[in-house]
């Protein structure tokens, strides 16, 4: 790699900060807004710091977010939704992800684009037939319609990606077992799924955050308060517009985010790979 | 030769089409706004031609800030007509006129439709199918069959650039030619201003032509050189007009006085007077205020057919004729370049001039057919290519029975050895993501609303939808009872589209994409450039904190913004209340929420935020991937870093990249949270900018309208599809492999 001289270095690391200035601002504000005790509903004066710093709007989102809903009985909603989705994709996808990765058959090619083409629509073309449907069915503000809903957003996108952890397992391991007299599905379990594992544990996380921080597509399956998810909470306070202070807004909005952007940093590089559908450079 | 009679005969269809759509048009449209006016003045001149005292043509022109001569032809329409009361005098504000006296009206219509059809005719021997689409472009219909000015230039500015076509080929008439040029430009300026733009277009053009290709190549080649031996020089003898170009400029402009008698007796006054009265409407009149177009309107106009008055119209394609024309301008460009020229003038023209009336999109629809004929040539050449590529693969594999084995496994049996593991997955794709998005189809086919919700629930759907497409229960009209579901089979199509493309909202989808990729790309390359050298100091803190952005859940990023752009209780908003905008950069945005151009600014800017550190991580992760002998080698030809970077480092990067920019632009498509969060604040905007997404959860959640909700939908997934196969194939090309 070339020196940098001390202008360039000096250019680079102004460039570098108008950059960080425009990234952190956003964030600084959400902070800044989480924290200030003072605010009744949304802000009315400007201050780069909290007015009067305070933990208040973290502890009264720690104890009842919404309405008066529990905390503990919200932030379980978040889990068995974004669980239930997860798994839902992951256990109802997986043998087609198998199919589409080891076989050939009929159809295959077209089969995979309109994986790719379901894995990248908006998630309001599976809402409005989904409304309609559950509406129907009688089960429409329940948890498990939220299951279902997440899990056909996540479906797609985890069966692409389980395609693929299955075809980067060599396949001479596989032929190893089939000719030891082992058959497909006994290869499978004992083979290629604990091989793939690690990758679709990858792919089980995605749809988790996916329906973790989703709220606004969730709002519509939602009646009851006690069935909102963390996530929801803050659209709730979005809409209702004044009526909590909007610290607690912030407050939660920090809260939910926290573990989700902890995870995409860890696995940034893994994650990028998943999002460009495995054309990412490395 | 019979090729030719062939084209003839086309032409000939083409122009006898286009006049009838326009004489009808003239019989059927109402008054529109404007008309009384070129009505009043085409009656002073009447009046002057009927004296037989031409003299007098010099005292009148109605609305002096446009030229006379369009005016004067109106007058020559209906000299031959009775006398009438002159029309009176109104405000450009007021409403169209209640009556205007006939035949008078018809016969200065009919004129315009005269003009309009002789300029199908013209680009109809240009290129037959061209012809056709200009010949049913709704807009181009309805302002060439009503007294309006466009009719004139439109043909007089074609003629100009077609005579300057005919000089390039032409040795011993090219002067004549070119003269003919000059005089038609003469005549285009002497009917509107605006359309001069052709001149401009036909300028570079020949300022293009006068430079020898190598000459060109050189200019980038030998910069060095060029720096040393004063440049200042060197620049005015390259770009120092020619004698032939001066001399067609002053033609021209000689031609102008002449078509212009107004402007005989008092040339100076009357001249600036006309000229300076546009920048001060464009930037003062009530009226281009009220209608709050935004900066891309004309765009949008492109994108609809003429919303007003269908009866007198029989075909509405407008929106295709434009798409076309994207796909046919590189075409275009490689056979006539000054048509492409002129219609990139004209949009960037109407772009940054502040009045967007419709009929200013007549400036630039003649290269818009030219572009669409080439459009549907270069889509008629993709199809056949492909279709030959799939003839040739199917032949391959017939002769080769046994298919390529890249699979290891026995595959004779693999269907049977397939399916058991097929099936069960298929089931659940099929019942959670495939049946609800056929199901979709259905309702679009209904008009399933919440107060049609119950009947739908209780059966109505299946009823309709299994009536409907067995053909027992015929589209319902207008007067079905708004109780109980009807279907409608695809009418709702075609009204959900029309209605969509008024309000602008594809043609604000796609703008919306391909700006936010562009600015996305163009900071995500930046961010990953700068961060590239090893030695740049706190390099992982960095990078650590620009990343930040992509792991927030957008929904919460959205919120970020808000709360500093949100009216009133935004920091933005509160920061100029404390300190006076004067204080306070960008305090020009407070108000966003009412100017359309910034509201989409706003939403750049947030889109930006959210989407630049995936760019940056993809171009990061490929930069690394980049063999260091190319730069080794661009060292020792000793090109400068920005040469590097244009020469070696882009070639090399784009590849990898460009999956990831379509990944976002797709992403960009289907952008929904940060227009949901902030749409609350959209106050008074007629044109809603926010994306096809966006509007379809409105209408669920607001409207529960499901029928028009799920025409949205599949109306969307539509336009994707393109998107996910120019991904498809791009992401094969950048692995090199199939996705086998």
């Given at each position: 790699?070339?020196?940098?001289?001390?202008?360039?270095?000096?250019?680079?690391?102004?460039?570098?900060?108008?950059?960080?200035?425009?990234?952190?601002?956003?964030?600084?504000?959400?902070?800044?807004?989480?924290?200030?005790?003072?605010?009744?509903?949304?802000?009315?004066?400007?201050?780069?710091?909290?007015?009067?710093?305070?933990?208040?709007?973290?502890?009264?989102?720690?104890?009842?977010?919404?309405?008066?809903?529990?905390?503990?009985?919200?932030?379980?909603?978040?889990?068995?939704?974004?669980?239930?989705?997860?798994?839902?994709?992951?256990?109802?996808?997986?043998?087609?992800?198998?199919?589409?990765?080891?076989?050939?058959?009929?159809?295959?090619?077209?089969?995979?684009?309109?994986?790719?083409?379901?894995?990248?629509?908006?998630?309001?073309?599976?809402?409005?037939?989904?409304?309609?449907?559950?509406?129907?069915?009688?089960?429409?503000?329940?948890?498990?319609?939220?299951?279902?809903?997440?899990?056909?957003?996540?479906?797609?996108?985890?069966?692409?990606?389980?395609?693929?952890?299955?075809?980067?397992?060599?396949?001479?391991?596989?032929?190893a077992a089939y000719l030891d007299g082992a058959g497909d599905l006994t290869t499978f379990v004992f083979i290629t799924l604990p091989l793939a594992l690690p990758s679709i544990a990858v792919a089980a996380l995605i749809a988790f955050l996916m329906a973790y921080s989703e709220f606004v597509i969730g709002w519509l399956f939602v009646s009851q308060p006690d069935t909102v998810t963390l996530a929801m909470a803050i659209y709730a306070i979005v809409t209702t517009g004044t009526a909590q202070p909007w610290s607690q807004l912030g407050s939660l909005a920090i809260l939910m985010s926290i573990p989700v952007v902890v995870i995409f940093l860890l696995l940034q590089r893994t994650l990028l790979e998943r999002m460009t559908f495995g054309s990412a450079g490395d | 030769m019979i090729k030719k009679l062939l084209l003839l005969f086309a032409a000939l269809l083409v122009v006898a089409l286009a006049w009838n759509l326009r004489a009808f048009a003239v019989q059927t449209l109402p008054i529109d706004y404007d008309e009384d006016d070129y009505m009043r003045a085409a009656q002073e001149y009447a009046a002057v031609i009927r004296s037989g005292d031409?003299?007098?043509?010099?005292?009148?022109?109605?609305?002096?800030?446009?030229?006379?001569?369009?005016?004067?032809?109106?007058?020559?329409?209906?000299?031959?007509?009775?006398?009438?009361?002159?029309?009176?005098?109104?405000?450009?504000?007021?409403?169209?006129?209640?009556?205007?006296?006939?035949?008078?009206?018809?016969?200065?219509?009919?004129?315009?439709?005269?003009?309009?059809?002789?300029?199908?005719?013209?680009?109809?021997?240009?290129?037959?199918?061209?012809?056709?689409?200009?010949?049913?472009?709704?807009?181009?219909i309805k302002y060439t069959a009503q007294v309006m000015l466009e009719a004139l230039p439109a043909l007089t500015s074609l003629l100009a650039v077609v005579a300057y076509q005919k000089s390039k080929g032409a040795a011993r008439l090219r002067p004549y030619w070119l003269a003919l040029s000059a005089i038609f430009l003469g005549l285009t300026a002497a009917s509107k201003y605006m359309y001069c733009l052709v001149g401009i277009a036909i300028l570079v053009d020949w300022y293009w032509l006068s430079f020898p290709k190598e000459d060109r190549d050189s200019v980038r080649a030998n910069k060095v050189s060029e720096a040393i031996s004063s440049p200042w020089k060197r620049l005015l003898r390259r770009y120092a007009p020619r004698k032939d170009m001066l001399l067609w400029g002053i033609l021209s402009i000689l031609v102008f006085f002449a078509a212009n008698p107004y402007l005989w007796p008092d040339l100076i006054n009357r001249l600036s007077e006309s000229v300076f009265y546009h920048a001060g409407y464009a930037s003062g009149a009530a009226e281009v205020a009220s209608a709050n177009f935004p900066l891309w309107q004309p765009f949008a106009w492109l994108g609809m057919s003429v919303p007003w008055s269908q009866d007198a119209f029989r075909v509405f394609l407008d929106p295709f004729i434009t798409l076309l024309a994207a796909f046919g301008l590189a075409r275009l460009w490689k056979k006539e370049r000054v048509y492409v020229l002129w219609l990139a003038t004209a949009i960037l023209f109407l772009l940054a001039w502040p009045t967007k009336w419709p009929q200013y999109i007549l400036v630039l629809t003649v290269p818009l057919s030219l572009a669409a004929a080439q459009g549907v040539k270069s889509?008629?050449?993709?199809?056949?290519?492909?279709?030959?590529?799939?003839?040739?693969?199917?032949?391959?594999?017939?002769?080769?029975?046994?298919?390529?084995?890249?699979?290891?496994?026995?595959?004779?049996?693999?269907?049977?050895?397939?399916?058991?593991?097929?099936?069960?997955?298929?089931?659940?794709?099929?019942?959670?993501?495939?049946?609800?998005?056929?199901?979709?189809?259905?309702?679009?086919?209904?008009?399933?609303?919440?107060?049609?919700?119950?009947?739908?629930?209780?059966?109505?759907?299946?009823?309709?939808?299994?009536?409907?497409?067995?053909?027992?229960?015929?589209?319902?009209?207008?007067?079905?009872?708004?109780?109980?579901?009807?279907?409608?089979?695809?009418?709702?199509?075609?009204?959900?589209?029309?209605?969509?493309?008024?309000?602008?909202?594809?043609?604000?989808?796609?703008?919306?994409?391909?700006?936010?990729?562009?600015?996305?790309?163009?900071?995500?390359?930046?961010?990953?450039?700068?961060?590239?050298?090893?030695?740049?100091?706190?390099?992982?803190?960095?990078?650590?904190l620009f990343i930040l952005p992509w792991a927030i859940p957008e929904a919460i990023g959205a919120l970020m913004w808000l709360n500093i752009f949100a009216p009133l209780s935004g920091w933005l908003s509160l920061a100029v209340k404390e300190f006076g905008a004067q204080a306070v950069p960008f305090s020009f945005l407070v108000g966003w929420e009412r100017n359309p151009n910034q509201t989409l600014f706003i939403l750049l800017v947030a889109s930006l935020w959210y989407g630049f550190p995936f760019i940056m991580l993809a171009a990061s992760a490929g930069l690394k991937m980049l063999p260091a002998e190319a730069f080794d080698a661009a060292a020792i030809d000793g090109a400068n870093a920005w040469q590097t970077f244009r020469l070696v480092t882009l070639p090399l990067l784009m590849p990898l990249l460009v999956p990831a920019i379509i990944i976002r632009a797709i992403f960009a498509f289907n952008q929904f949270y940060l227009f949901q969060m902030f749409v609350q604040f959209f106050g008074g905007q007629e044109y809603i900018p926010v994306t096809l997404s966006t509007f379809s959860y409105y209408l669920l959640y607001r409207g529960s309208e499901f029928g028009v909700s799920a025409i949205l939908n599949i109306i969307n997934i539509l336009m994707l599809v393109g998107l996910v196969l120019l991904f498809n194939r791009w992401s094969k090309a950048g692995e090199g492999v199939t996705y086998a």
């Amino acid at each position: 790699m070339r020196k940098l001289s001390f202008l360039q270095q000096a250019l680079r690391q102004l460039g570098l900060s108008v950059i960080g200035l425009f990234v952190f601002l956003p964030i600084w504000g959400l902070l800044r807004m989480a924290f200030d005790g003072s605010l009744k509903g949304r802000a009315t004066e400007f201050h780069l710091l909290p007015k009067q710093f305070s933990l208040d709007p973290l502890l009264t989102v720690l104890d009842r977010p919404y309405q008066s809903v529990q905390f503990s009985v919200i932030l379980g909603n978040s889990l068995v939704v974004s669980l239930g989705a997860a798994m839902l994709a992951l256990v109802l996808g997986v043998s087609l992800a198998y199919a589409f990765a080891r076989f050939r058959f009929p159809g295959r090619q077209g089969g995979l684009f309109l994986i790719l083409l379901t894995a990248l629509l908006p998630p309001i073309a599976f809402t409005t037939p989904l409304y309609i449907l559950f509406s129907w069915m009688g089960i429409r503000t329940t948890l498990l319609a939220l299951v279902l809903v997440y899990a056909a957003f996540a479906m797609p996108f985890c069966i692409w990606n389980m395609r693929a952890a299955f075809q980067s397992i060599p396949k001479e391991t596989e032929e190893a077992a089939y000719l030891d007299g082992a058959g497909d599905l006994t290869t499978f379990v004992f083979i290629t799924l604990p091989l793939a594992l690690p990758s679709i544990a990858v792919a089980a996380l995605i749809a988790f955050l996916m329906a973790y921080s989703e709220f606004v597509i969730g709002w519509l399956f939602v009646s009851q308060p006690d069935t909102v998810t963390l996530a929801m909470a803050i659209y709730a306070i979005v809409t209702t517009g004044t009526a909590q202070p909007w610290s607690q807004l912030g407050s939660l909005a920090i809260l939910m985010s926290i573990p989700v952007v902890v995870i995409f940093l860890l696995l940034q590089r893994t994650l990028l790979e998943r999002m460009t559908f495995g054309s990412a450079g490395d | 030769m019979i090729k030719k009679l062939l084209l003839l005969f086309a032409a000939l269809l083409v122009v006898a089409l286009a006049w009838n759509l326009r004489a009808f048009a003239v019989q059927t449209l109402p008054i529109d706004y404007d008309e009384d006016d070129y009505m009043r003045a085409a009656q002073e001149y009447a009046a002057v031609i009927r004296s037989g005292d031409l003299r007098g043509l010099s005292d009148y022109n109605y609305r002096p800030e446009h030229p006379p001569f369009p005016k004067i032809l109106y007058g020559l329409a209906i000299a031959g007509d009775p006398e009438v009361p002159l029309i009176p005098d109104r405000p450009t504000t007021a409403s169209p006129a209640q009556f205007l006296p006939r035949p008078h009206l018809t016969h200065a219509r009919s004129l315009g439709a005269v003009l309009g059809t002789l300029t199908v005719a013209l680009v109809a021997l240009l290129n037959p199918l061209a012809g056709l689409f200009l010949g049913i472009h709704t807009w181009t219909i309805k302002y060439t069959a009503q007294v309006m000015l466009e009719a004139l230039p439109a043909l007089t500015s074609l003629l100009a650039v077609v005579a300057y076509q005919k000089s390039k080929g032409a040795a011993r008439l090219r002067p004549y030619w070119l003269a003919l040029s000059a005089i038609f430009l003469g005549l285009t300026a002497a009917s509107k201003y605006m359309y001069c733009l052709v001149g401009i277009a036909i300028l570079v053009d020949w300022y293009w032509l006068s430079f020898p290709k190598e000459d060109r190549d050189s200019v980038r080649a030998n910069k060095v050189s060029e720096a040393i031996s004063s440049p200042w020089k060197r620049l005015l003898r390259r770009y120092a007009p020619r004698k032939d170009m001066l001399l067609w400029g002053i033609l021209s402009i000689l031609v102008f006085f002449a078509a212009n008698p107004y402007l005989w007796p008092d040339l100076i006054n009357r001249l600036s007077e006309s000229v300076f009265y546009h920048a001060g409407y464009a930037s003062g009149a009530a009226e281009v205020a009220s209608a709050n177009f935004p900066l891309w309107q004309p765009f949008a106009w492109l994108g609809m057919s003429v919303p007003w008055s269908q009866d007198a119209f029989r075909v509405f394609l407008d929106p295709f004729i434009t798409l076309l024309a994207a796909f046919g301008l590189a075409r275009l460009w490689k056979k006539e370049r000054v048509y492409v020229l002129w219609l990139a003038t004209a949009i960037l023209f109407l772009l940054a001039w502040p009045t967007k009336w419709p009929q200013y999109i007549l400036v630039l629809t003649v290269p818009l057919s030219l572009a669409a004929a080439q459009g549907v040539k270069s889509l008629l050449e993709r199809i056949r290519d492909s279709l030959s590529e799939l003839i040739q693969h199917i032949r391959a594999s017939a002769s080769h029975p046994v298919t390529k084995s890249a699979h290891p496994l026995p595959s004779a049996d693999s269907l049977r050895r397939a399916a058991p593991w097929l099936i069960p997955g298929l089931l659940a794709f099929l019942a959670l993501t495939i049946f609800p998005l056929l199901f979709q189809f259905g309702v679009s086919m209904t008009t399933l609303n919440a107060q049609s919700l119950r009947d739908g629930l209780q059966g109505g759907i299946l009823r309709e939808l299994s009536g409907g497409l067995t053909g027992q229960i015929p589209a319902a009209g207008q007067d079905a009872s708004p109780n109980q579901v009807h279907y409608v089979g695809l009418h709702g199509y075609g009204w959900v589209f029309d209605y969509i493309s008024t309000i602008g909202l594809p043609v604000f989808t796609i703008l919306w994409t391909a700006l936010s990729i562009l600015l996305q790309v163009a900071l995500g390359l930046g961010a990953a450039l700068l961060l590239w050298n090893r030695r740049v100091a706190l390099r992982k803190t960095w990078q650590l904190l620009f990343i930040l952005p992509w792991a927030i859940p957008e929904a919460i990023g959205a919120l970020m913004w808000l709360n500093i752009f949100a009216p009133l209780s935004g920091w933005l908003s509160l920061a100029v209340k404390e300190f006076g905008a004067q204080a306070v950069p960008f305090s020009f945005l407070v108000g966003w929420e009412r100017n359309p151009n910034q509201t989409l600014f706003i939403l750049l800017v947030a889109s930006l935020w959210y989407g630049f550190p995936f760019i940056m991580l993809a171009a990061s992760a490929g930069l690394k991937m980049l063999p260091a002998e190319a730069f080794d080698a661009a060292a020792i030809d000793g090109a400068n870093a920005w040469q590097t970077f244009r020469l070696v480092t882009l070639p090399l990067l784009m590849p990898l990249l460009v999956p990831a920019i379509i990944i976002r632009a797709i992403f960009a498509f289907n952008q929904f949270y940060l227009f949901q969060m902030f749409v609350q604040f959209f106050g008074g905007q007629e044109y809603i900018p926010v994306t096809l997404s966006t509007f379809s959860y409105y209408l669920l959640y607001r409207g529960s309208e499901f029928g028009v909700s799920a025409i949205l939908n599949i109306i969307n997934i539509l336009m994707l599809v393109g998107l996910v196969l120019l991904f498809n194939r791009w992401s094969k090309a950048g692995e090199g492999v199939t996705y086998a």
